[in-house]
């Protein structure tokens, strides 16, 4: 008979055997020559798009989007090219934010701090090598957990019924709740209406006509497609365009090479970076953005703190590492549980459903060449980059000189295009404008869009769920309170409502009483 301990060893091994089986079948989908050609044309792409300041990943995703829909790829295919779009543009997002001081993304402004010193003092190359490696091995590290938590994540989901799916996402909204600082009711507000848009249309469970305002083209409910260009495409053109700033461009060739040892230094910071990112990336809400500020922050307390902010290769290393170990990690919970733990998955997420495939822990059984072609399309497409980047990072820098009144021109255009190509109609397109204007103003009042775009996507999933569990329980709300998982997801949902409310009045009570002792 075997002991406990032998048993727990020989589960684990037969599911690190499991994941190993099932990625090789991966790279067997991955690997053929049309779906490599779609993963170096999606990375070469993201990166492109990617070095044009103010870009970033959702929207190098958004504007590809509806081109691989209307050419009627396979759903993996898709996946596979928009992964590479993904992880490229945030590799590209670097090349503005050390040589121009304008990062492309959120996530990459902790880069501007030493990243652009560097670039000042005639590194710009060493500082792009540096960033580039540290992005490999974060993104690399990350699948590497991706592929063996995948799978048991994924197997406890599938013993979650309607009651712990509801509490699951209202547990996601309530982490997203905390993206906005100390906006948490600007946050609600922009989940509220991305619950509301997606309700529009006809109820799938009653026939009912809701908020169509008497319109035949809203019948069908918003197209997700349209949503998201108008959403950060134009808002984001707008919002650009409004501030326009440019900045000298830093030089990145000539100039001393990075060496092994400065490398060889900055390991232990990726390696770090990479855990922080990884747990910072799998819950929803928290992205790269806070990844990479976690990450510097951490290293800087580490390491010797008068060097950084002037050019310390670590305090670059680490944010990078950070930011696609987020990037990749926000991959977990969107496989997994069907969860998107970032607002660029989330586009994959509607990605999935426009190919009418419902993500989630079945995903890994049911469509395995989805789920393992694009985990092993991303061991794939990292080497890709470093292959790519390293030696051409000088071409795509070369993008920051288009001028910006032929660049964005042509972005919208390219909008515009990619939504009457996935939905041939005219109204559409008048809807993306009203859209976009629309975000423009949420921006301008500093109220998220990422929550409002999760929402949308994951209103479907929670209604669904939440009318099963009504219809089991005769009407009763009572069962959404009875399962162990779903009490532990409400309790959790709770803490992180009340805690940012309770804590300021706690801190300060706190501090009456000891000022009271000390007088």
Known sequence: MFCSGCRCRAALWGCDV?????????????????????ALVGAALGTAIGALPGIGPI??????????????????????????????SGYGGRISSILLNIPGDPGLAMTTIDGYPL???????????????GSFIGGTLTVVLLTFLAVPLARLAVSFGPSEYVALMVMSFALLSTMGGGRMA????????????????????????????????????????????GLFAVSEILVVVEGLRTGKVAEFSGGERLRTP?????????LRSTGIGFFAGILPG????????????????????????????????????????????????????????SGTTAVLLGALLLYSITPGPLLFTQRPEIAWGLIASMYIGNVMLLVLNLPLVGLFARLLLVPYWILFPAILALSYAGVYAATNSA?????????????YGMRKLEVPLIPLL????????????????????????VILFTSPFAIVFWLLAALVVLLPLIAPRFRARVRDLSEGEES
């Open 18 to 38: 499991e994941a190993l089986t099932s990625l090789a079948y991966g790279f067997s989908v991955a690997a053929t020559p049309f779906n490599l050609m779609l």
């Open 186 to 229: 600007k946050t609600w507000a922009a989940i509220a209406v991305g619950l509301l848009l997606a309700m529009v249309g006809i109820d799938g469970g009653s026939g009912v006509e809701r908020f169509t305002f008497g319109s035949l083209e809203l019948l069908g409910g918003i197209d997700f497609t349209t949503l998201t260009i």
């Open 427 to 439: 109204f559409e397109l008048v809807l993306t404008t009203i859209i976009g204007v629309i975000a």
């Open 119 to 133: 670039a000042q003092q005639g590194r710009g190359a060493a500082a792009l090598a540096i960033s580039g490696i």
């Open 59 to 88: 929207n190098a995703i958004v504007l590809l989007l509806p081109f691989c829909f209307s050419l009627n790829l396979p759903p993996e295919s898709a996946l596979i090219m928009l992964a590479g779009l993904y992880y490229g």
């Open 286 to 341: 928290t992205g790269a953005a806070v990844a990479s500020a976690l990450a510097y922050t951490a290293e800087k307390r580490i390491s010797d703190r008068g060097t950084f902010g002037k050019g310390d290769m670590r305090g670059l290393a680490a944010p990078e590492t950070a930011d696609n170990a987020a990037q990749t990690a926000s991959m977990v919970p969107m496989l997994a549980l069907g969860i998107p733990g």
């Open 262 to 270: 400065e490398v060889i230094r900055c390991l232990p910071a990726m």
């Open 454 to 477: 999760i929402a949308f996507v994951l209103e479907r999933l929670l209604e669904d769920n939440l009318r099963r569990a009504l219809s089991l329980s005769d009407g009763s709300p």
